[in-house]
Each structure stands twice: as C-alpha cells, then as structure tokens.
C-alpha cells in the first residue's frame, strides 16, 4: 500500500469516529454505568479455603490390603460437597453452634441439634453459589473454597461445609452398616425358625429316605445360619471413617477479587470499544460520499472541483446567493468553470446541463454561480431556468419569473423579450423557468424545445440548463438528450453513492454523457 492509501485509510478511520464521536461516548457511558451495576455485587470479597481428606466409609479393622481407590470416587463426592443438602447442614451447623455458644462445629452436641433444625431452602441455594469444590489430581483431598463479603462469615460458612460433608459422609455409612446388621438380624431369625421346624419334622419321619433328605436340608439352613453369623461378627469390628479436616481454614487477612474502580473502567473501555465498532460498521454501511473526489473517481467520474453553496457564504443582496467578484466563493466557482470549459471546448462542446440527485437547492446555486463565472470570463453566456415543476433560479438573483423558458418554447414570447440581465456583466442573460405548465414532459420532448436548443447553441459561448433532480422527475431526463454534456452536483453527507450510480445510468440510457462533477459543500469552512 502507498504512503498516500494508507493517508487516505487514516483519515477514513479518524473521519468515522469524528462524524459518530456521539455514538461512541453514549456507549461508554451506558457501558460504565452497567459496569458498576454487574461488578458491584463481586467485589471486596473474602475468600477461606478448607482442605479435607476422603477416606473409605467402612474400613474393616486395620486391614493394609485395603484399595481405597475402589471405595472412593472423587468425582461423586465432589457433587457431594457441592450439593444443597451440605450447605443446608452447614446452615443447621452454624446455627446450632450460635444458639449453643460453642466454637467447634464438631461438637456433639452442635450435631445433634442440627439434625433437628430445619433450614430455608433458598438460603442453602444462596450459599451454593458462593462455594467451590475441586480435587488435586489423582488426590483424595478435596479443596473447600468459600466466600462472604464479611471475612468471619467467609471462615465460618467454609469450615461449616467441610464439616457438615464429613458428618452426612458419617451418617451414610452408619445408616449402611445399620441397614446390613438389621437384615442379617432379620435372616438368622428366619433359619432358627427353620431349623426348629425341620428337627420338629425329623422326629415325625416315617421312613430312613424321609429323614435323610431333612437332614441335608438341615444341613444346609445349618450352613446359612454360620455365614450369617461370621458377617455379623464383622460388622462388629468394621468402623465407618468419613475424613478428616486437615486444614481448618482461617479468617483471610484483606479481600480478593475485584476492585471498585473495576467496574466503571471496565465498563467505559468496553462500551467505548463496542461504540467504536458501531461507528465503523455504520460508516462502512453508510452510503453517503464523503471523501467524494476519490469516490467519484472510483466510480469512473470526473470531479470538477469543490465549491460552496451554503448561504452564508454569499454578501450579495437579500435572497441572492451570487458569489461577488474575488472573493473566495467567486474563486472556487471559477476554478470549476474554466475546468468544465476546457473540457467542452477540447471536444467543441457548448450546452451542458446541470443537475443533482435529489436537493434541487444545491443544483441552482451551482448553476447561478457557474454561468456567472463563466460571463465573468468574457465568454457570452445564457443561463436557463429548465425547473418547470419547483422553479427557484430566478429567487438566487433576486428577480422575478415571468416570461420563460416555456413561453418561448410554446411560442407565446420572443426569446429578446423573455432575456434577463441578473448581474453586473453584460455577457449573462437568464431565461426563468416561466409561466406554469400542466406537463412539463409534453414541452421537452416537443420539437421546439430541440429548436430552441439549436438556437441558442448558435447564438452562445456556453449555455447552461438548472434542470431538476434525476431522481425525483423525469424532466431532467428529457433535457439532457438534448444537451452536449450533463454536469452532475454531488454533496458529501447528504447525496448517496447509489443515488449518483442510478442518476448517471438513466442519463447513459437516452445517450447524454456525464462531462464531469462537482461537489457542493455546504458549510462556510
């Protein structure tokens, strides 16, 4: 890319953001005020942190052949810990502790009335949510991360769902213990009975075969009744080892996480940088010219030059917008004009017609000034008024509309009679639009107006037409194939790149060629 595309890149980008610079700090104000809603909740928080070691529930004595990894899923009892039925007991634990005033959540006392206290729901949820569990790798150890914007409450909730997992772990394994002696209680009372009923029978047999076959079957219930009374007297040496606390955790010293000014910063850079985004997408978007003399060139049109046609611009009398003689204004629209009469003279070209997109204002005073730089020159010029439908060229020097364009076409009036001189040279004369016509299309196809264009390309240096807008009606249209040229006014910020593009191919289409264009800036800078 050359040193002048990557000027010209810059200043599309620095352009943007100058056009939409509203745009982009509403956004960062809406993105600092949600910041300070959204990072308010999270900051100065105090964090405490519990270490717990999972152990087999059920241990049978001090057996070394025990594989703890077939006993344990560290998975499982991560969920555990994490579950709202531990944080309610945590809630029952810190609760049963307060009204106690005892310290040691482990207390027994503590436990046994917090298995008799009921807890909110939503407040066990509340508590969830500020409390994180993970596992080392390959560990049996379980890492209790709790959180409170009060440093005691953050130590206390902590150390509460470290302990209330162990005690829930506990009671599963001594109801699971209790659960197995009842039912092998349960079978043995069975088999006794049983067996009292065979001996009974087996007083009663009536033969050698009879007797034998309850003696196999007392055999067998003999054998049943022995299992079960080896599995009860392991129960009675298994023990149920929930873990253990290895690190209690602490009070935190200073609070973590984010701090105040976090949020509004954040926020504003966020929406900043989203408002910045937006301004680029909508100027990408926009269709609007605004570096139009590269545009135009990229659309393979010739632009003139830049004049003004803001009024302020204009010190000549009220309502004219005529530039005076050597003023800036005066300069730049004789820049153009002698850029458009060198062009028409190269190919022996007189008639041209000047017209715009949509703004008829914009396209008058373009003409007005171009015929007036042009007689300026000493180049004898005829200006028309071709607007049939909102004439207005005749308001830009301060003169009224009478007999015009359309009486001499319809042959009501001599084209002498008709002739205006609007300034102080000689060599302009105007021709208003004239009296009002029902259909302006009619008079401009007619073979008089082509005669009328014959006449007065024989009788000037450099005739110009103020026709109306392409796109609003098609007059300019009609008036154009009987010119030698069409100059087309384009304004930056307001006329769009697909109006100019549908503009030019309707003029293509009856055969008028675009000499050249120029962009009006509406604006005293």
């Excluded at 009744?225 to 873990?243: E, F």
């Excluded at 109306?468 to 006014?489: F, K, T, Y």
Aim: charged fraction near 25%.
């Amino acid at each position: 890319m050359s040193d002048g595309q990557s000027a010209v890149s810059v200043a599309g980008y620095t352009n943007a953001l100058r056009r939409r610079w509203w745009l982009i700090g509403l956004a960062g104000i809406i993105g600092m005020g949600l910041g300070i809603l959204l990072f308010r909740v999270k900051t100065n928080v105090y964090v405490s942190e519990a270490r717990v070691e999972v152990r087999p529930l059920i241990v049978e004595g001090d057996s070394p052949n025990l594989d703890i990894n077939r006993q344990v899923s560290m998975i499982t009892e991560r969920s555990i810990a994490s579950s709202q039925r531990v944080a309610e007991r945590a809630l029952a634990l810190v609760a049963a502790a307060k009204v106690l005033d005892v310290e040691d959540l482990d207390d027994p006392a503590v436990e046994d009335r917090a298995t008799r206290s009921l807890i909110d729901g939503e407040a066990a949820r509340a508590v969830t949510e500020n409390i994180a569990v993970t596992v080392p790798n390959e560990s049996h150890i379980l890492i209790i991360t709790g959180e409170d914007s009060d440093r005691e409450r953050a130590r206390q909730i902590t150390e509460a769902i470290a302990y209330a997992y162990l005690d829930l772990r506990q009671e599963a394994g001594l109801t699971a213990t209790r659960q197995a002696r009842e039912q092998l209680e349960s079978s043995e009372a069975r088999l006794i009975e049983e067996l009292d009923e065979l001996a009974r029978k087996m007083g009663q047999a009536a033969s050698e075969t009879e007797l034998q076959a309850l003696s196999y079957r007392d055999i067998s219930k003999k054998e049943q009744l022995a299992g079960i009374g080896v599995s009860l007297a392991n129960l009675s040496v298994i023990s149920v080892d929930p873990g253990v606390v290895l690190d209690d955790p602490a009070a935190p010293d200073s609070a973590s996480g984010i701090p105040k000014s976090a949020g509004p910063i954040s926020g504003a850079l966020l929406g900043l940088s989203a408002g910045v985004a937006a301004a680029y997408f909508l100027d990408r978007n926009d269709d609007r010219f605004r570096s139009a003399g590269s545009e135009l060139n990229r659309m393979g049109l010739q632009p003139l030059g830049e004049v003004p046609v803001g009024r302020g611009l204009f010190k000549g009398d009220s309502g004219s917008v005529i530039a005076d003689f050597g003023s800036q204004t005066s300069e730049a629209y004789r820049r153009v004009q002698g850029s458009l009469r060198f062009n028409l003279d190269k190919a022996d070209k007189s008639v041209v017609m000047v017209t715009g997109t949509n703004n008829p204002h914009s396209t008058s005073t373009v003409a007005a000034n171009l015929a007036v730089a042009a007689a300026r020159a000493g180049n004898r010029t005829l200006l028309v008024g071709a607007d049939m439908r909102r004439p207005s060229l005749h308001d830009r020097f301060g003169v009224k509309n009478g007999l015009g364009l359309t009486d001499v076409v319809a042959g009501k009036a001599e084209l002498d009679s008709a002739l205006l001189v609007p300034t102080e040279s000689t060599y302009l004369q105007l021709l208003t639009s004239g009296s009002p016509v029902d259909q302006p299309a009619r008079l401009l196809q007619s073979l008089d107006f082509g005669r009328f264009v014959d006449d007065v390309r024989s009788n000037y240096d450099f005739v110009v037409f103020e026709a109306p807008p392409v796109l609003q009606v098609a007059d300019a249209v009609d008036i154009a194939r009987m010119c030698e040229g069409v100059v087309l006014v384009v304004e930056p910020g307001h006329t769009g790149r697909s109006a100019v593009a549908e503009s030019v191919e309707q003029l293509r289409r009856v055969g008028a060629e675009v000499v050249g264009t120029i962009v009006a800036e509406n604006s005293k800078t």
